[in-house]
T-cell receptor, first 115, second 113 residues
C-alpha cells in the first residue's frame, strides 16, 4: 500500500517556465513533508520541507504548497533551470512515539528542463 | 565536514549469497537510516539505528539486518540474496540539531545475478 504517491513518473518543462510536481498521501497522521532532489549516481539531497501547520513554504525558486483537506502537496519551481533536471521525491512522516521520524517516500518524478 | 560515505559503491552477487554494506555518517550524527531504492517502488525504509540500537524498522523480511557501532558507523547485511534484492541501497544520517533533515550517501548499487 503506497501511502505517498507521485503519479507522474516524468515531466518535461521549458527553461524559464514553472515546474509543478505533485504528491498525494493517504495517511492523515502525516504531519511533516519534505522534498528531495536526486541526481544520477548521487544520494537524494534535501530541498524543502513543510509542516502540517502551514500551507505554504518558500525558499528561493522553490515553493511547497500543502492542501491538508485534499491530502495533496506540490512543489513549484520558478523559473525552471536546466540544472533542476533530476528525480524529485516527496516524503512524509508522522510524529513518532519513539525514535526519529520514519519517512515514507514517493516513487519519484523525473523532471527534465529543456533549454 | 565530510558527507555520508558508503562502501562499496557497486557490488555484483549471485542468488543465495550474502552481502554486507557499510555506511559512515556525518561526524556527530548518531542516527543512521537505510533505504532501498528500486525503479517501481521508490525509496523504501529498511531500518534506523541510533546509539547502536535499532529504533525503527520497515516492512522487510528478516534476511535484511543491520547494526551500528560505537562510532556510529553502520552496516547492513542481506542474507540468501534474491534477484529482487537488486537495488540501490541508500544510507542517511540525521542532523541531531534538526531531526527532520536527513543527509544521504551516494548509495551502493547491488546487482544480484
Amino acid at each position: 500500500d503506497q501511502q505517498v504517491k507521485q503519479n507522474s513518473p516524468s515531466l518535461s518543462v521549458q527553461e524559464g517556465r514553472i515546474s509543478i510536481l505533485n504528491c498525494d498521501y493517504t495517511n492523515s497522521m502525516f504531519d511533516y513533508f519534505l522534498w528531495y532532489k536526486k541526481y544520477p549516481a548521487e544520494g537524494p539531497t534535501f530541498l524543502i520541507s513543510i509542516s502540517s501547520i502551514k500551507d505554504k513554504n518558500e525558499d528561493g525558486r522553490f515553493t511547497v504548497f500543502l492542501n491538508k483537506s485534499a491530502k495533496h502537496l506540490s512543489l513549484h519551481i520558478v523559473p525552471s533551470q536546466p540544472g533542476d533536471s533530476a528525480v524529485y521525491f516527496c516524503a512524509a512522516s508522522a510524529l513518532p512515539t519513539s525514535g526519529t521520524y520514519k519517512y515514507i517516500f514517493g516513487t519519484g518524478t523525473r523532471l527534465k528542463v529543456l533549454a | 565536514k565530510a558527507g555520508v560515505t558508503q562502501t562499496p559503491r557497486y557490488l555484483i552477487k549471485t542468488r543465495g549469497q550474502q552481502v554486507t554494506l557499510s555506511c559512515s555518517p556525518i561526524s556527530g550524527h548518531r542516527s543512521v537510516s537505510w533505504y532501498q531504492q528500486t525503479p517501481g517502488q521508490g525509496l523504501q525504509f529498511l531500518f534506523e539505528y541510533f546509539s547502536e540500537t535499532q529504533r525503527n524498522k520497515g516492512n522487510f523480511p528478516g534476511r535484511f539486518s543491520g547494526r551500528q557501532f560505537s562510532n556510529s558507523r553502520s552496516e547492513m547485511n542481506v542474507s540468501t540474496l534474491e534477484l529482487g534484492d537488486s537495488a540501490l541501497y541508500l544510507c542517511a544520517s540525521t542532523d541531531p540539531r534538526s531531526t527532520d533533515t536527513q543527509y544521504f550517501g551516494p548509495g551502493t548499487r547491488l546487482t544480484v545475478l
